[in-house]
């Protein structure tokens, strides 16, 4: 799996070779390491102001009802038993979310059509929270919810189904804008043969109440990085 960085920041963009990039603006859409950038019922939007202080960030907002996605599509892992990855998201437009107003912001899956990973976030009344999703024999099960800050966010998680080599076992982390390793804000063991084989990042599978109440409302993102072992921090 290439260890590079995916960036949606202009410089690195530019370096890739998009080939309709402004001189002095941001693309019109993701470049290579993304794939593609497949939405239906959403849009995906490369806009100034990266969360990093980079030139720009990546914005997703879904129009349509609980089959609408807007996401970018990275192919680059190739059956992964083990798989980290990082990003920010900056999820402030969305407010006052209740427990039944949540999209998925983030899903790892598999060639056999599981998702081995994914992320959603949903309500308190108060708090945007992160929900953490793990496969568990074979089915997804919620592993842990953490609350998110205000403005944004590093994300990181490590998941690891137990067969790599020099594999500690099969655990998942996760870490909310903690730059140490050890001190995730949790691990879960997991009991899991689901390997990694593409990566989504942006808005996906929302429920009718946020279908109804964010119709159009962007989510931010930025500085996705992915590995296969190695802590990636901020």
């Not at 002095?24 to 202080?53: E, K, M, N």
């Not at 999820?91 to 427990?99: E, K």
């Not at 992320?119 to 919620?142: K, W």
């Not at 076992?169 to 804000?185: D, Q, R, V, Y």
């Amino acid at each position: 799996m290439n260890a590079k960085m995916k960036v949606l920041a202009l410089a690195l963009l530019g370096l890739a070779g998009y080939a309709g990039s402004a001189v002095a603006g941001c693309p019109s859409s993701p470049v290579p390491p993304w794939s593609a950038a497949p939405a239906l019922g959403g849009t995906i939007a490369i806009v100034a102001g990266g969360l990093d202080g980079s030139a720009c960030r990546m914005e997703s907002a879904l129009t349509g009802d609980s089959s609408s996605f807007a996401t970018v599509e990275d192919d680059t892992p190739t059956a992964e038993p083990r798989y980290r990855a990082a990003f920010m998201i900056n999820a402030d437009a969305v407010t006052t979310l209740s427990a039944t107003t949540a999209v998925f912001v983030f899903t790892a899956s598999s060639a056999s059509g599981r998702a081995p990973v994914a992320f959603s976030i949903v309500g308190d009344g108060a708090n945007h929270v992160f929900l953490s999703y793990a496969v568990q024999n074979g089915a997804g099960t919620l592993v842990g919810s953490q609350q998110l800050a205000a403005g944004a966010n590093h994300v990181e998680f490590d998941y690891d189904n137990g067969s790599s080599a020099g594999s500690p076992g099969p655990h998942f982390s996760l870490w909310i804008n903690s730059n140490t390793e050890a001190t995730p804000s949790f691990t879960s063991a997991i009991t899991s043969t689901g390997v990694v084989d593409t990566a989504f990042l942006g808005l996906a599978g929302a429920t009718g109440d946020w279908s109804s109440t964010f119709n159009g409302t962007a989510v931010q993102f930025d500085t996705f990085d992915s590995r296969r072992s190695s802590f990636i921090g901020f």
